[in-house]
């Protein structure tokens, strides 16, 4: 993971990386790594099977973070049947956290999903931003940094779960708004997350990452019954610090099946290593071949000595 | 309310079914469920004044009858939830709500594979294993042993509500709705202490 790049790992990465295509290996075993993550990386395991649907997540997350009061109000329920330009609705400036009522076959009442950033081990919105304005802490949060984002909003494409957010409203304060962890305020302090704080039902459940997963697997293999045998997180998109248990198919609890199971920047690595050495070398390599071929060309399109000197050297 | 308690250990006494072991486990049993309604000192000493002159005689497991009639909920909020817990006695088995700490052998096969030969905790109280504090650092770095095989035991706010919803759920009745338990339900940030 690269979290601090200074000039001189910059450059050496470009060095190595150029040097390595020429050399004739692929840039993907030059850098390989497979990073599965901080040794102490938190994260939240949510358990749909036992959400209510009561938004106290939301309003927790909403006062937690002072974002602005919502037009509808956290205890009406209403809320459900609101839909979006994607059907759900989805995190925004304004919420860094939603509750979605979904309607699985398989149940004979409604299924409740909390969407908000899922923190990957490898995030592609860290990967994808070129002003390193996000970090992966060591805790697990992936947080923002406004001061040095320069508002590309490439994030929002790169990211597989579409979850950072443009404060389009703000003509001033433009910035990406997305869920931190509460890593300023809680997280970094080895607290949970105000979400996981309210949750009555516990239906999120807050640790190590490694716990969790011995949690989901303890849940999984006591009640059978009760999930579908997937945890997903754990390896989607290289795995996320935010993991899920669902008693129904996740492709009908709205989770996108198609994220990959490996990190995002897998799909682009080998691009990106070409990219320092089209930068760096090509411009003197294609300005060398241009100056050569100018002077060749010159040579050849030179015009021949004039036949007609010899003549004059005779002195006729 | 705290009538019911003092004839509640009437009934015990007349019983004649409280010997030394309860009186040792006297404390322990029943502390939780006077915190839980919430007596005062006096009345506190004057029911552990009633148990220490009891008559000593019989079994240690608690009946059914022994059970509290109301338990008042009262650990998150001043506003207690109220809970009739004479009403589920008479139609749930003791276990299914307090696992395997009173009442008969667990139903579940997961929990017998340990807790068949277990016999009576000496606390059947909610609180004695779901801690308040959830995030509290005791209670996390209790749960996180790597030779522990209960990793995942719900705070007290979640075992109450897990228990209560999932299977008026699952019967078809009972309150499921937040006002229904809560009188006045208010959506809010969590409250740090």
């Not at chain 1, 601090?4 to 990465?13: A, D, E, Q």
């Not at chain 1, 925004?92 to 409740?112: E, G, M, Q, R, S």
């Not at chain 2, 209560?164 to 078809?172: D, F, N, P, V």
């Amino acid at each position: 993971m690269k979290l601090r790049v200074n000039r001189r790992t910059f450059l050496g990465s470009m060095v190595s990386a150029a040097a390595s295509l020429f050399v004739g290996q692929t840039a993907e075993n030059a850098s390989a790594h497979d990073f599965t993550g901080y040794e102490s990386s938190k994260g939240v395991l949510v358990d749909l099977s036992r959400c209510v649907g009561c938004r106290s997540c939301e309003a927790a997350c909403n006062k937690e973070q002072g974002l602005p009061e919502p037009e509808i109000g956290f205890d009406d329920l209403s809320i459900f049947k609101q839909t979006g330009p994607d059907g759900k609705r989805r995190p925004d400036d304004k919420a860094y956290t939603v509750v979605n009522a979904y309607d699985p076959p398989l149940l004979d009442h409604p299924l409740f999903r909390k969407i908000q950033c899922n923190h990957c081990l490898e995030p592609a919105c860290l990967t994808a931003c070129f002003v390193n304005a996000y970090t992966k802490t060591p805790e697990g949060a992936v947080v923002y940094n406004a001061d040095v984002c320069v508002g590309c909003r490439t994030c929002m494409i790169a990211c597989p779960f579409s979850i950072p957010a443009f404060r389009y409203s703000s003509a001033f304060h433009p910035r990406i708004m997305k869920c931190i962890f509460c890593y300023d305020s809680r997280l970094s302090k080895n607290l949970p997350p105000a979400c996981v704080e309210a949750c009555p039902m516990e239906a999120l459940t807050f640790g190590d990452r490694k716990t969790l997963l011995r949690i989901a697997r303890n849940r999984l293999r006591e009640h059978p019954g009760r999930y579908v045998q997937h945890i997903y997180g754990e390896f989607e998109a290289g795995g996320t610090s935010w993991l899920y248990l669902s008693p129904v198919p996740f492709a009908d609890a709205g989770f996108d099946m198609h994220v990959p199971n490996q990190p995002i920047i897998n799909y682009v690595k080998d691009f990106l290593a070409v990219v320092p050495m089209v930068l760096t070398i090509w411009p003197g390599l294609f300005a060398g071949f241009y100056l050569l071929s100018r002077r060749s060309g010159k040579a050849a399109i030179q015009p021949p000595q004039p036949e007609d000197s010899s003549d004059e050297n005779t002195g006729r | 309310m705290a009538r019911k308690w003092i004839s509640s250990i009437v009934v015990i006494s007349a019983g004649g079914k409280v010997d030394t072991t309860i009186h040792a486990t006297c404390k322990q049993k029943w502390g939780p469920f006077m915190k839980q309604v919430n007596t005062t000192f006096p009345l506190s000493c004057l029911i552990l004044l009633l148990c220490l002159i009891l008559p000593a005689s019989a079994a240690a497991g608690m009946d059914r009858e022994e059970a509290p009639d109301e338990v008042f909920l009262n650990s998150f909020s001043d506003v207690a939830v109220a809970f009739d817990h004479q009403l589920h006695v008479s139609y749930a088995a003791c276990v299914e709500c307090h696992h395997h700490t009173t009442g008969d052998t667990p139903s579940d096969p997961v929990c017998n594979s340990c807790h068949r030969s277990g016999g009576e905790a000496d606390s059947v109280a909610c609180r004695d294993c779901h801690a308040r504090d959830r995030f509290g650092h005791d209670y996390l770095s209790k749960l996180n042993t790597t030779t522990r095989y209960h990793i995942d035991i719900p705070g007290l706010k979640g075992a109450y509500h897990l228990s209560c919803m999932r299977c008026h759920e699952a019967i078809g009745t009972g309150p499921t709705a937040c006002g229904d338990c809560h009188p006045a339900r208010k959506i809010q940030g969590p409250v740090r202490k």
